[in-house]
């Protein structure tokens, strides 16, 4: 642009130096107008492309601005997508893990079911079993019973005698004039056919245990006795034992079914304020149980 002021100042210089006619003047003086004119144009146009390049220039920075931050955010995406896939994939192992341990659980249970199932049979079979056992038990003890009373008829009717068929036992209550004189632990004579009684019914009885207990009243042991029996738990013990060793030795019964308890004057079954009662408490208690 500087150059084109340069051409048209020379040529005025020309104009003015040189001879040159009016008319030539002129002409090139509506030349360098139509120049001037010119490089207005062209400075007015020149102006406008800078300006034009400058908007340019600006919103290339621009765009260029938007494309890095679109970059970051795409790089944002990419890096939680990639976060994203990760958990997914974490999900997918944790979920087949749970699978797995759901289906090895389930097989646990169902064999632990079956387990049951088979104990809950056997515990079904058992209680069956032991109920009709039971039931064995307790026609067993009816049978004893019967041949108790049949072997037993005298001393029932006269009441030295009674019987009680209970629940899973029987009690055999015998009063201590039948089987001792008084003050006395040896098995008189006329106690020995009870005893024999007894010993053939348990002897015919299967899977039962006799149990044989002695009481007394609350009367003291009187001078003459006390050397021997301090007082009515040591009576009633050599008794109880007597009778057992009569049923094991006279009747024939093996010791490993019969056990011995002695009470004294302290299981009372009657008053010892009274002749009766204290009569009533004198005695000898053989129970019939089932072994179990």
Not at 108 to 115: G, H, V
Request: with cysteine.
């Amino acid at each position: 642009m500087r150059h084109l002021y340069l051409y048209v100042s020379c040529i005025m210089l020309a104009l003015l130096a040189g001879c040159v006619s009016s008319g030539k003047f002129q002409a090139k003086v509506d030349e360098a107008g139509r120049y001037q004119v010119e490089v207005a144009q062209l400075l007015k146009e020149v102006a406008g492309l800078t300006a034009e390049r400058d908007s340019l220039q600006m919103e290339t920075e621009r765009m260029q601005g938007e494309n890095a931050e679109m970059v970051n955010r795409l790089a944002i995406i990419e890096a939680t997508n990639a976060d994203l896939q990760a958990a997914m994939e974490a999900s997918r192992a944790e979920k087949d893990q749970m699978i797995l341990k759901l289906s090895n659980d389930k097989q646990t249970l169902e064999s632990e079911l079956a387990s049951l199932k088979l104990e809950h049979q056997a515990l079904r079979d058992r209680l069956t079993k032991e109920q009709q056992d039971q039931a064995m038990k307790m026609v067993e003890l009816q049978n004893t019973y019967g041949r108790l009373v049949e072997g037993l008829t005298e001393q029932i009717g006269l009441g030295q005698i009674r019987i009680d068929s209970l629940a899973n036992r029987l009690q055999v209550n015998i009063i201590d004039q039948v089987l001792f004189l008084s003050g006395e632990s040896v098995v008189r004579t006329t106690g020995r056919k009870v005893l024999d009684a007894v010993a053939n019914a348990f002897k015919m009885a299967a899977d039962q245990k006799m149990v044989i207990e002695g009481h007394t009243d609350n009367v003291p042991i009187g001078e003459k006795l006390r050397d021997r029996y301090p007082t009515n738990w040591e009576l009633s013990a050599a008794r109880a034992t007597n009778v057992a060793r009569y049923l094991i030795e006279q009747g024939g019964i093996d010791p490993q079914g019969i056990s011995v308890a002695a009470y004294g004057e302290y299981k009372p079954v009657a008053t010892n304020t009274t002749k009766e009662g204290r009569a009533s408490n004198r005695r000898i208690e053989i129970l019939f149980l089932p072994s179990d």
